[in-house]
């Protein structure tokens, strides 16, 4: 065959580091739950809140190991989609790339509608009123972050190291900014006493687990990321505790600046940090200051994974045959999955139609646990299945790890709201039927797939600087998790 009529197959490109794989994952999880509904949690549990991000931190850390497994032995785009499809078999592989899909375009709808209602709070305290509504705020961020994503994941990743960075030099500052307005330890008000008993627990447990999920975002973009043998578990590793650290330090803050005969009110609040400041008497530039932090950090940096992400799912399934072939095609230019990213932006435009929080997230959540049971359980078919793959890294206690996340992740499920229930129900029966449509009109056959190998180690010289970022990785989050959890244990004592 002539070179010139050679097919010439368009792949994606490996340009994102152990930083992006950080800031894509926790930029994906720190975002619209920490700042709603997980902030709702605080105006149920009060300061036993960090009871309830512990309890969220300590199950979400073994299945992240089981994702790192995963991820350093399949690096390729398509993530729980692939592993699922490999370990058991190609129907749970669809199943949970379309919970994945379904998950990632709820938190994109609620993270829109979030950052619609902290720039509204952060234009009246400046004095401006936008005459357009909370939706169309929303729909207008969507479009703008559909248009980043068909740039090219390389401008995105830049992007996301700003919006994060952006996001942590701003919350510092105005944790400094609140502290003259802050009260210390001493409250140990329970503002809803129901919410410590068992039945009232394991909702608020789920909300705040909520605020984590999204912790193996990476593992959807590995075949756009460097030496991700090595990359992929060190970012899996750190981002629970990098998200605890977060969520607790903003918790904390919100606790100390909320009069405790007020706490309640937040169960409730749209916009709980904005409110709570309000509540608290505190307007001006500590109120800016944080509603730019959260609106163009938090918001943008969430918006921005969970639009890149989720598209790299359709274009895998897509590829295999399991979608329509449409969604699997790349830009010649930027090779990015145009057509995937515009069908999911029109699905976030769609939610945000519904302007509910609370809609969205419970819709995300049935699909979320149930994505993370089918990858969990995908570990334990891989191992068996396929024994000789290489693996990079290898997660500990396999066979008691896995069973008992599976069984917490479906007590978690077990809380959720009946209509979100059957909502996830109907899109996953969606799902399967157009799976087994165009298996049917591509004519594929249920067959083990050749793995491709792994991408060459890094050299003596970038391995040795690989080594030294992540070192520093690692102590940067672990003093920031023990710094945040002696805070906590301050206040209640």
């Not at 400094?176 to 006493?193: A, E, K």
């Not at 008691?400 to 996953?428: E, F, K, N, R």
Request: aromatic share 10%.
């Amino acid at each position: 065959m002539r070179m010139q009529d050679k097919e010439v197959i368009p792949v994606l490109k490996r340009c994102l580091g152990l930083r992006e794989s950080i800031t894509i994952t926790t930029g994906t999880v720190i975002g619209v739950g920490l700042f709603t509904v997980g902030a709702n949690v605080v105006g149920l549990l009060g300061p036993a809140v960090i009871l309830a991000t512990l309890t969220a931190l300590l199950i979400s850390v073994y299945p992240a190991l089981l994702y790192a497994e995963m991820g350093a032995a399949l690096p390729y785009s398509g993530g729980t989609y692939q592993y699922a499809s490999l370990g058991l078999g190609r129907p749970f592989g669809m199943l949970a790339g379309w919970c994945f899909i379904i998950s990632m375009v709820s938190v994109a709808s609620g993270e829109a509608l979030a950052f619609s209602y902290y720039i509204r709070t952060l234009l009246e305290a400046l004095g401006i009123y936008l005459p357009l509504s909370d939706r169309w705020i929303a729909c207008l961020a969507v479009v703008g972050f559909l248009l980043l994503a068909a740039r090219g994941v390389e401008m995105s990743g830049r992007m996301q190291n700003g919006f994060l960075f952006f996001f942590w030099g701003v919350a510092v500052v105005w944790i400094f900014s609140m502290l003259p307005s802050m009260h210390f330890g001493g409250t140990l008000v329970i503002p809803n006493p129901a919410s410590m008993t068992l039945a009232g627990f394991l909702p608020c447990v789920a909300m705040i687990w909520w605020c984590f999920a999204g912790f193996e975002t990476c593992c959807a973009m590995g075949e756009e990321i460097r030496h991700p043998q090595i990359n992929l578990p060190r970012a899996l590793i750190l981002a629970p505790f990098l998200v605890f650290a977060v969520n607790g330090l903003f918790q904390w803050a919100l606790l100390c600046i909320v009069p405790p005969a007020s706490l309640a009110s937040l169960a409730s609040a749209a916009a709980p940090y904005a409110e709570g400041m309000k509540l608290a008497g505190v307007i001006g530039f500590p109120l800016i200051l944080l509603c730019l932090g959260i609106a163009f950090g938090g918001d943008f940096s969430t918006l921005n994974a969970s639009v890149s992400a989720p598209a790299r799912y359709l274009y895998s399934m897509a590829k295999d045959g399991a979608l329509p072939k449409f969604l699997g095609k790349l830009h010649p230019r930027f090779q990015t999955p145009i057509p995937a990213i515009l069908v999911l932006g029109g699905c976030m435009l769609l939610l945000i139609s519904t302007n509910s929080l609370s809609i969205i997230a419970s819709l995300s959540l049935f699909a979320t646990l149930l994505y993370y049971v089918i990858g969990i359980a995908a570990a334990c078919g891989l191992r068996i299945k396929n024994p000789q793959l290489d693996r990079p890294y290898r997660a500990p206690l396999l066979w008691l790890g896995a069973p008992v996340s599976v069984l917490i992740y479906l007590l978690l499920m077990t809380q959720l709201d009946p209509t979100a229930i059957v909502a996830g129900v109907i899109w996953c029966l969606v799902g399967l039927i157009l799976f087994a449509v165009c298996r049917r009109k591509y004519k594929k056959r249920e067959t083990q797939p050749t793995l491709p190998p792994l991408p060459p180690p890094p050299s003596a010289e970038t391995k040795r600087k690989m080594d030294r970022e992540y070192h520093i990785w690692c102590v940067v989050v672990a003093a920031a998790a023990l710094v945040v959890l002696g805070l906590h244990l301050a206040f209640l004592l």
